[in-house]
Every structure is written in C-alpha cells, then in structure tokens.
C-alpha cells in the first residue's frame, strides 16, 4: 500500500526543523491523509512533550519535597495510591473521549466533536466530587489505612488533602487535553501543560521553603503550588476550546447537559476505567505491601516510580499517537492505514525503551541520587530501576497495541486483560515473593517485572488478530 500519494510526495522533501516547528504550533493537517510517518511525527511531538510537562509535576514536586525527608517522600507516595484511582477514572475518561473525538473529526462531524467535548466537561466535574470529600474531611484516616507513619498522619496530612481536595483541576486537565488530542490539536495540549509546569516549578520551592513574605509551608505548600498550577492550565484550556483550535471548536450554544451523549460518553469510558482502575489499584496493593518492609521501602518506591514515569513520556506520547491515528482513520473507513500507524509507532517506541534500559541499568544509583541522600532508599529504589530496565522494550509494544484498542474504541479487551495479569498475577505473586518468601522490596519488583512482561506479550498477540479493526463507535 503507498502511504504516501503522489500529490502529497513532496511532504518529505521539508526539512525537519520545519517540520518540528509545525508539530509545535499545531497544523490544519489531516491525519487521515497525509503520510503516515508525517502525521506520526507532527501528533508525537507535541504528545510526547504534553506529557513530559506532566510527568515533571511530580519530579519537581518529589525533587523539593526530598529535602524534607522520608516521612515527606513516603507521604507523596502514599498520597499518589489514592491519586491513582483518580487518575484511573480521569485517564479512563480520557481514553474515551479521545477515541469518540477522533472517530467524529475523522468522519468530519465536527458539531458533534464539539457538543461531546462540552459533555465530556460535565461527566468528568461529577466524577470529581466524591474524591474532594474523602480528601477533605478524611485525609488522616486515608493516610492510615494505608500504614503511614506518624509525621505523615500528623503533619503531612494537609498534603492529602489539599491534593484530594482540589481535584477537579486534575480530572479536566486530562479530559480538556484528551479533547484536543483526539481532535489532532496536540499541539494546544502540550502549551497547556507548559503554562501549568512552568508556574509550579516556580512556586514549588517558594511555598514549601517560603521566601521573603512567603511563609515556609512545607508538604503542603508542594500541594498547593501543585494545585495552582493547574487550575491556571483549566482555565486557558477552557478559553482555547471556545476559542477554536485548528480542528475543533466548542460553541456557547452547545454548553447545556445532553443526556444522551453524556450517558454514551459514560458507557464507552466505562472499559478505559476499569482497565485504569485494575491497573492503579494494583498499584495500591503493591504499595501496601511495601509499607511493611518500612518507610525506606515506600520511598525508594515512590522516586523510582517518578523516574520511570519522566523517562517513559516519550514511549507514552508515541502511543498516545496511536490511539489518534488508529480512531482517525477508522473513522475515515481505512483500517489498514490505521494498523499500519501501530506497528511504525510500535518500532520507534522500542527502540526508544532499549535506550532507557540501557541508562537504567548502568545509572539507576545515579538516578536515585537526583532527589535523595538517603542510602537506603537509594539502594532500594535503584534496585527496581535495574530490575524495570530487563523488560522495557517490551513493556513498549504492550503500550501501543493497548492505545490501538482504546483509540479503536475498544476499551473492553484491555480491561479483561489487565483483570487477569495485574490483579489475578502480580498483586499475589508480589505478595507471595515478598511476605511468605521473605523478599521483602525485591519480591515486589520480581512480580512486577514478570507480570508486565506477560502482559506485553500477550497484549500484542492479541492486537495481531484484527478484532479491535469492527469496533463501532
């Protein structure tokens, strides 16, 4: 098949800083027409630096927040279990969004792009609510549950709550940039995340060290600054989407509740969260688990966690590509152009991930050393870094055929999927290594290296056999 037309032949005589520079401000291209390989390098650009801004939240916030020591980390850490169940149905919702979006702009129904949008804001602000409860008037007992210490039930509470709390900015962010990313208007996404990053990293150490009139507020002022951030970036985004971006534009007359497609966006998220859900609450799991071995154990955890999320941002927004291409082009009635763009996105991202095992097997103590001291927590974060980087080319195929499905709309298979290797696999395998084996830290990481590395496998296996290609939307 000619990917490339005639009429469209010259694309690749542009050179590449031009190129980068379209994939920056964003495009009026159309992804279910131009060469396959130029409509992966103008979404992946900007998706893969939407997401390193959202992974450096948490870096810039565990960098600070390290020097207030392992009760702090450990705090964070224990913080980020309740956090992923948000981020379950927030990426959940997303994934949704983002296939129903690209099927609409890929068929060139644009007022309906627009009025699921709208409705996407809405489902998303409900599903905030119960979680700003728990965290405000529950936040010490949430710490409890999960074996915290002392200081992090007394003290860094306020963290927990303020993170909690001020939920709903965390839940539009995904869903506003899930808008835009199924549109084709990466671009927007990533400013996005730009503007929110670049006011934490400012505020961070002013409200956690204080400054001048700036009172020291320590833990909580990460949350804080955190918070800001990000309700800043909902706001712009908000503005930009009535605005019009260069594929999608909400409209005044289109901000009322429809029923209809909200309960039609609320059944297609359902698989996105569940699979989300499975995946994160074995993250819960794990971390429990690891609050027996001690406070050291949570900590290194909780950085090698944060380290892998900043170096895998790439490999995600590469992906996260996938799933645009393959909703985009099924909508345009060409699934083979849409497999195509999996397998091409697929290589990259291996190659890709072969380089990061590379740096994590050889720095992991180096990496650790970034946001702690500690040499405990060191070794034990360095520990799962070495062990992660035995599986990552792997680890790379699994995340885009698991974007194909969802870009596909089938958020159920990865669902099915996730249910059996993380929680019927790795929650007990961990467990079994590590209490009845007695390898403490080493047992968990042990089990999430083998049941990833399944999950892979069999992920991709299941993605050759086509199905996902009938998916109605």
């Not at 709390?165 to 400013?191: C, T």
Request: glycine letters at 10%; hydrophobic letters at 55%; charged letters at 10%.
């Amino acid at each position: 098949m000619n990917e490339n037309p005639p009429a469209l032949q010259s694309e690749s005589r542009l050179s590449i800083w031009k190129e980068l520079g379209n994939a920056i401000r964003g495009t009026e291209a159309d992804y279910t027409q131009i060469g396959l390989r130029r409509a992966i390098f103008l979404l992946a650009v900007p998706m893969i630096l939407e997401l390193v801004m959202e992974s450096t939240f948490a870096v810039v916030d565990i960098y600070f927040v390290g020097r207030l020591g392992a009760s702090a980390v450990a705090t964070v850490g224990l913080t980020e279990t309740y956090l992923f169940l948000l981020y379950s149905i927030a990426m959940g919702l997303a994934t949704a969004v983002t296939a129903i979006i690209a099927r609409r702009v890929g068929e060139k129904n644009l007022d309906d792009a627009g009025l699921s949008a709208i409705q996407s804001i809405f489902l998303g602000l409900l599903a905030s609510v119960p979680f700003a409860i728990a965290g405000i008037f529950f936040a010490k007992e949430l710490l409890q549950l999960m074996g915290a210490d002392a200081w992090a039930i007394n003290e860094g509470y306020r963290y927990t709550q303020w993170m909690l709390g001020s939920n709903a900015v965390i839940m539009l962010l995904f869903v506003i940039n899930a808008i835009y990313r199924g549109a084709g208007d990466a671009a927007i996404a990533m400013r996005i995340l730009i503007i929110s990053n670049s006011i934490n990293i400012v505020l961070d150490p002013l409200f956690i060290f204080g400054w001048e009139f700036i009172p020291a507020m320590g833990i909580e002022g990460a949350a804080i600054a955190t918070t800001v951030g990000r309700g800043i970036g909902v706001l712009v985004q908000l503005w930009l989407l009535f605005k019009g971006g260069k594929h999608i534009q909400a409209s005044l007359t289109q901000f009322y509740w429809d029923a209809k497609t909200i309960l039609h966006i609320f059944k297609t998220s359902l698989g996105g969260i569940g699979q989300m859900i499975v995946a994160m609450t074995s993250w819960i799991f794990l971390m429990r688990i690891l609050s027996n071995v001690g406070s050291e154990a949570v900590a290194g955890a909780t950085i090698a966690i944060r380290i892998m999320m900043f170096t895998m941002m790439p490999a995600w927004g590469l992906s996260n590509a996938a799933a645009t291409l393959v909703g985009q082009n099924l909508g345009a009635g060409n699934p083979d152009r849409a497999e195509s763009s999996v397998w091409k996105i697929g290589s990259y991202n291996m190659i890709f991930l072969i380089g990061v095992s590379v740096i994590y097997f050889v720095f992991n103590e180096e990496l650790m050393n970034i946001f702690t001291d500690d040499a405990i927590v060191i070794a034990m974060g360095a520990e799962w870094i070495q062990i992660l980087s035995y599986s990552f080319f792997v680890y790379g195929w699994w995340m885009v055929a698991t974007q194909a499905f969802n870009g596909s709309g089938d958020t159920q298979t990865p669902t099915k999927i996730n249910l059996v290797f993380f929680w019927m696999i790795q929650i007990p395998l961990c467990w079994y290594l590590a209490i009845k084996l007695n390898w403490q830290q080493s047992g968990v990481f042990w089990g999430v290296f083998i049941s990833e590395t399944s999950v892979g496998l069999f992920t991709l296996w299941l993605f050759t056999r086509g199905g996902w290609k009938k998916t109605k939307v």
